[in-house]
């Protein structure tokens, strides 16, 4: 089942603007590609970083935004999620004409002072009434002194090399984008930072030596304090580090080297950067934990079987056909025009899951195993993706819009309009025609179980690429209900989320995650979403969202305080890996456990300080568990969640 998400108009429809642009009342063009919209929507003051400020999410390509306060001499970048087309005016909106050319578009302020920016959809000033998030990124702002002050590494690959530091702590989480695995923990001491322009495309894997509690971070582009992307991060205990990363011929990266506040800094130490055979590490063996795919890549596969479910129907159903003269029912061709044989034979088989994000719509193309890499049989199915996607697979309600069940275990495969030199046409299907900020889920199936690097590459009109995130969170409230907290939250858009992470804390500092709730992905309406903390802290306790997009960066929300009734009966720490402490326990009280079905469970029960017992599991096993305090006629619960070791 194909599904089209539905852009909701703020206030006219498409005919209504048409109607305004044929009466000169809502758009006008004068020279060609010089715009005039006379609709206004959205206005920001002129950022002063590199950073990517948010105009507004739905800006429609019928009008234009204004921007104050631009210094005379600065260079702006300017672009629209929607591509198109920009027209630059200043003084009026339809005053001096400063600029214009596709998205992004940069320009040089020539007077400081208020600018508009003109949205359309091409140099014939064409109009669309489809939500776009527009942005602007001072792009020659200076970055405060000594942020960006790096040692240049000259040439790769590079051994033995000592760590040099700088003399204070310059870069934390409050001006460095978060970035990977890494814990921003880890970003408190007197950094190393680093640059370097590799000559070839490879990957490079990044040693560190030297002192406990430290981390590793990779960036592109620009120095991190001034906007850099992020490429990976590892932090950790230990005194040495190791991080895979694919770096690009001609493209500048920036390395940070840190520590935990003590260690003061990573010096003394050591590291180096050498080629890898071993791919940037990528574990999907479900749909759930699919990998987003933001531009080429290699991945890493081996027999590791279907993961912890095995979602793909099978043969012959609706969600995983067979085609093909082979095939024991018609049609023998498949929707898309070709007989190759399809889909996933074999069922879910040494599985990697992926989500591969479309920016700019058009001819989707694409290889796995291509450059004469291919090492067995790559079968591979591809559905439309959004939250509800893995379910609707599993549940055999979602077809593929492609698929193949490889011919032959070399050339390649994939979708291609014209076959590769060395590629056999039953291992390719044809192009896809894919939409603006659109996903795709790939279930890619390791058929001959070999064990190797996959490289996948993109072609065709279509721009693979992850944007910003950019969820705009309306409301988020925790409230305590009896034994339980209730969270609820509304989001007014969102583009490209992943999914958002409840996280609690007792005393504002220190936070576990709770919960993970699928986001919807790409939505112009409003999203409710709810979930409940089942055992939650004693006392006042503190709930946030971590809000993640699909290329894995996030950010926060406000924190929202609950104050929990102290007579009621609570378990810390909750969840647990089998022990835990009950609180409000009169004297003489029997305490038991009960799992899921209502059967006891064995436990050792120990009493405490006044009104407080342990209780220790003696056979735990993960799941939710009820913990019932009888005394005289009173009898009180609270559930326990008990975790994987």
Not at 229 to 235: F, R, W
Not at 491 to 516: C, I, P, Q, Y
Not at 557 to 573: D, E, G, I, K, R
Request: with cysteine; net charge negative.
């Amino acid at each position: 089942m194909n599904e089209q998400r539905v852009n909701m108009a703020r206030f006219p429809t498409p005919l209504l603007y048409a109607l305004l642009c044929a009466m000169a009342i809502g758009c006008m063009a004068t020279a060609r590609g010089q715009c005039t919209n006379t609709t206004a929507f959205g206005s920001v003051a002129a950022p002063t970083s590199a950073t990517p400020v948010s105009i507004s999410t739905c800006s429609f390509q019928t009008e234009y935004s204004t921007v104050t306060g631009l210094v005379a001499g600065s260079t702006y970048s300017v672009s629209s999620s929607c591509g198109g087309y920009i027209t630059v005016r200043r003084g009026t909106y339809n005053g001096t004409f400063v600029a214009n050319g596709n998205s992004p578009l940069s320009f040089t302020a020539p007077v400081a002072g208020t600018y508009y920016l003109h949205w359309n959809t091409n140099a014939a000033c064409g109009t669309a009434s489809t939500c776009c998030t527009t942005t602007i990124a001072c792009t020659s702002c200076p970055v405060p002194p000594g942020l960006c002050t790096a040692v240049n590494i000259p040439s790769l690959p590079l051994t033995g090399q000592a760590v040099t530091c700088h003399s204070s702590d310059l870069l934390t989480s409050a001006n460095v984008g978060i970035c990977g695995m890494g814990s921003t923990l880890y970003l408190g001491g007197n950094e190393a930072l680093y640059s370097v322009t590799p000559t070839t495309t490879n990957n490079y894997m990044i040693n560190y030596s030297g002192q406990s509690y430290s981390s590793i971070w990779v960036y592109s582009g620009a120095c991190p304090a001034a906007g850099g992307m992020c490429q990976g991060s590892v932090s950790g205990t230990g005194t040495t580090q190791s991080l895979v990363v694919t770096m690009t011929a001609g493209v500048q990266y920036w390395i940070i080297f840190d520590t935990w506040p003590t260690p003061q800094s990573p010096c003394p130490g050591t590291f180096s950067i050498t080629v890898s055979t071993i791919p940037p590490a990528v574990t999907a063996s479900d749909c759930v934990v699919a990998v987003p795919v933001c531009t080429n890549i290699a991945f890493q596969v081996d027999p590791n079987g279907y993961g912890n479910t095995n979602e793909i129907p099978p043969i012959g159903s609706y969600g995983n056909p067979d085609y093909g003269p082979f095939s024991l029912t018609p049609p023998y061709y498949n929707p898309w025009g070709t007989t190759n044989e399809g889909c996933l034979q074999g069922g879910e088989l040494n599985s990697t899951w992926m989500v591969v994000n479309v920016l700019t719509g058009g001819s989707l193309t694409f290889t796995f195993g291509g450059l004469g890499t291919q090492a067995g049989f790559y079968d591979w199915a591809m559905y439309p993706y959004n939250a509800s996607a893995c379910a609707a697979v599993a549940s055999n309600a979602l077809a593929p819009v492609r698929c193949n069940w490889n011919g032959v275990s070399f050339g390649g495969t994939g979708l291609a309009a014209t076959l590769p030199a060395d590629g056999d046409a039953t291992n390719f299907e044809p192009p896809l025609t894919v939409g603006s900020t659109t996903q795709w889920l790939i279930c890619f199936s390791n058929w001959s179980s070999v064990t190797t690097s996959v490289p996948l590459q993109f072609g065709g009109t279509a721009v693979v690429s992850c944007t910003p995130l950019a969820v705009e969170l309306l409301t988020f409230e925790a409230k305590a209900m009896e034994q339980k907290v209730a969270l609820e939250w509304v989001t007014a858009t969102e583009l490209n989320s992943s999914h958002f992470d409840v996280e609690r804390s007792g005393d504002n500092d220190t936070w576990e995650k709770v919960d993970m709730v699928h986001a919807a992905g790409n939505s112009q309406l409003a999203i409710r979403y709810a979930t409940t903390d089942p055992a939650p802290l004693p006392g006042t306790s503190y709930y946030r969202l971590r809000m993640v997009d699909v290329d894995e960066s996030y950010k926060y929300s406000p924190t929202v305080p609950v104050q929990m009734t102290q007579h009621a009966l609570l378990c810390h720490p909750n969840p647990s890996h089998g022990a835990f402490t009950v609180s409000s326990v009169p004297d003489g009280a029997v305490i038991d456990v009960r799992d899921a079905l209502g059967r006891l469970v064995p436990v050792d029960v120990l009493p405490g300080a006044t009104g407080l017992a342990h209780v220790k599991l003696l056979s735990p096993t993960p799941g939710l568990y009820s913990v019932r305090v009888s005394h005289n006629a009173a009898v009180v619960t609270a559930n326990v969640l008990i975790a994987t070791q």
